[in-house]
C-alpha cells in the first residue's frame, strides 16, 4: 500500500497526463485511421484496412502499388534531416559564441535569439517572401531550406548554450598540458560534455521539422508536397479524416521509431557513454 502511494505521489500524475494526453489521442487517431470514409469530414463502420493501403501505395481501385506517399515520406524525412544539419552546423558554434560572452551580452544575444518568438510563426514565414522574391529565390526548394533553418534554429541553439554552460574547463587545461592539439583537445574533452545538449537540440529541431507544412507550402510554391502537407490536406480541404488520420499516425511512428533507435542505442553503450 505504501508502495502504490508513493507511485500515485510522485509518477502518478505524470502516468496520467502521458496517458490523457499521448497515449489517448493516439489511440484515437488509430481508431480513426481504420473506419470508413462516409462523408465529408465523417467517418464510420465498417472497419477496413483499406486507408492503411493507400498509405503505403496500393491502391485497392487499380489493384496496383503506387508508392507516392512513400516517396513524399522519404523527401519529408530528407527534407527535415537536411535542414537540422544545417542548424546544427550554424547553431553548434552560435551556442558557443553566446555562452562565452561577458553576462550583460550574453543576455543581450540570447534576448535576441528569442525574440523572433514574439511574432507570429505564419508572419515570419511570410517575411521571407519579402525578402527572397527580389533575389529570384521564391518559390523554392532553397528558400525552403532557408526558412526552416530559420524558423527551428533556436531549438539546437538553447539546448546546446546550456551544455556548454556547463562544461568542465579544468578538463581542457588537462588536455592541453597533456600536449593534445586543439582539435583533440576539442574533441575529447569539450565535445562529449556538450554533446547531450547537441542530441536534445536534434530531436527538438527534426521532429517539428517532420512534420511542418506551412513552411512548405508557403515558401516552396506547393510545388514539393511533404507528408506534413499531405495530412494537412486530408483534414481540410479533401475532408478525408480517415485516411489522413492513417498518415498522421505512420508520421507519428516514424517519429517514435527513431526516438526508440537512439534509446536503445543509449541503453546498449550506457548513457553516461552516449552522451
Same mark, same amino acid.
Given at each position: 500500500?505504501?508502495?502504490?502511494?508513493?507511485?500515485?505521489?510522485?509518477?502518478? #500524475?505524470?502516468?496520467?497526463?502521458?496517458?490523457?494526453? *499521448?497515449?489517448?489521442?493516439?489511440?484515437?487517431?488509430?481508431? =480513426?485511421?481504420?473506419?470508413?470514409?462516409? +462523408? %465529408?469530414?465523417?467517418?464510420?463502420?465498417?472497419?477496413?484496412?483499406?486507408?492503411?493501403?493507400?498509405?503505403?501505395?496500393?491502391?485497392?481501385?487499380?489493384?496496383?502499388?503506387? #508508392?507516392?506517399?512513400?516517396? %513524399?515520406?522519404?523527401?519529408? /524525412?530528407?527534407?527535415?534531416?537536411?535542414?537540422?544539419?544545417?542548424?546544427?552546423?550554424?547553431?553548434?558554434?552560435?551556442?558557443?559564441?553566446?555562452?562565452?560572452?561577458?553576462?550583460?551580452?550574453?543576455?543581450?544575444?540570447?534576448?535576441?535569439?528569442?525574440?523572433?518568438?514574439?511574432?507570429?510563426?505564419?508572419?515570419?514565414?511570410?517575411?521571407?517572401?519579402?525578402?527572397?522574391?527580389?533575389?529570384?529565390?521564391?518559390?523554392?526548394?532553397?528558400?525552403?531550406?532557408?526558412?526552416?533553418?530559420?524558423? =527551428?534554429?533556436?531549438?539546437?541553439?538553447?539546448?546546446?548554450?546550456?551544455? &556548454?554552460?556547463? /562544461?568542465?574547463?579544468?578538463? &581542457?587545461?588537462?588536455?592541453? +598540458?597533456?600536449?593534445?592539439?586543439?582539435?583533440?583537445?576539442?574533441?575529447?574533452? %569539450?565535445?562529449?560534455?556538450?554533446? !547531450?545538449? *547537441? &542530441?536534445?537540440?536534434?530531436?527538438?529541431?527534426? &521532429? !517539428?521539422?517532420?512534420?511542418?507544412?506551412?513552411?512548405? +507550402?508557403?515558401?516552396?510554391?506547393?510545388?514539393?508536397? *511533404?507528408?506534413?502537407?499531405?495530412?494537412?490536406?486530408?483534414?481540410?480541404?479533401?475532408?478525408?479524416?480517415?485516411?489522413?488520420?492513417?498518415?498522421?499516425?505512420?508520421?507519428?511512428?516514424?517519429?517514435?521509431?527513431?526516438?526508440?533507435?537512439?534509446?536503445?542505442?543509449?541503453?546498449?553503450?550506457? *548513457?553516461? +557513454?552516449? %552522451?
Amino acid at each position: 500500500m505504501l508502495t502504490l502511494r508513493r507511485f500515485l505521489a510522485t509518477l502518478g #500524475p505524470g502516468t496520467f497526463w502521458l496517458l490523457v494526453f *499521448l497515449v489517448l489521442p493516439m489511440l484515437i487517431v488509430l481508431g =480513426y485511421s481504420l473506419l470508413t470514409r462516409t +462523408d %465529408v469530414g465523417q467517418v464510420g463502420l465498417p472497419v477496413t484496412l483499406e486507408n492503411w493501403q493507400r498509405v503505403f501505395g496500393y491502391d485497392a481501385l487499380f489493384e496496383e502499388f503506387v #508508392p507516392d506517399n512513400l516517396l %513524399v515520406l522519404w523527401r519529408s /524525412v530528407w527534407v527535415a534531416g537536411l535542414s537540422t544539419l544545417l542548424c546544427a552546423l550554424l547553431g553548434y558554434p552560435l551556442a558557443f559564441y553566446i555562452a562565452l560572452q561577458s553576462e550583460r551580452r550574453k543576455g543581450l544575444l540570447l534576448l535576441l535569439l528569442i525574440i523572433t518568438f514574439w511574432t507570429n510563426f505564419l508572419i515570419r514565414i511570410y517575411a521571407w517572401i519579402i525578402i527572397l522574391r527580389p533575389l529570384g529565390l521564391y518559390p523554392s526548394t532553397l528558400a525552403v531550406f532557408l526558412g526552416m533553418t530559420y524558423a =527551428y534554429l533556436p531549438f539546437l541553439v538553447l539546448p546546446v548554450y546550456a551544455s &556548454v554552460e556547463k /562544461v568542465d574547463w579544468r578538463l &581542457v587545461e588537462a588536455a592541453e +598540458d597533456l600536449g593534445a592539439t586543439p582539435f583533440r583537445v576539442f574533441w575529447a574533452a %569539450v565535445f562529449p560534455q556538450t554533446l !547531450p545538449g *547537441l &542530441v536534445a537540440g536534434v530531436i527538438l529541431t527534426f &521532429v !517539428p521539422a517532420l512534420g511542418t507544412f506551412v513552411v512548405s +507550402d508557403i515558401l516552396g510554391g506547393a510545388k514539393a508536397a *511533404l507528408v506534413g502537407n499531405l495530412v494537412q490536406n486530408q483534414f481540410g480541404q479533401s475532408g478525408d479524416w480517415a485516411y489522413g488520420s492513417a498518415l498522421s499516425f505512420l508520421l507519428l511512428a516514424v517519429v517514435l521509431l527513431g526516438l526508440w533507435l537512439y534509446a536503445r542505442a543509449a541503453g546498449q553503450r550506457g *548513457l553516461e +557513454d552516449l %552522451v
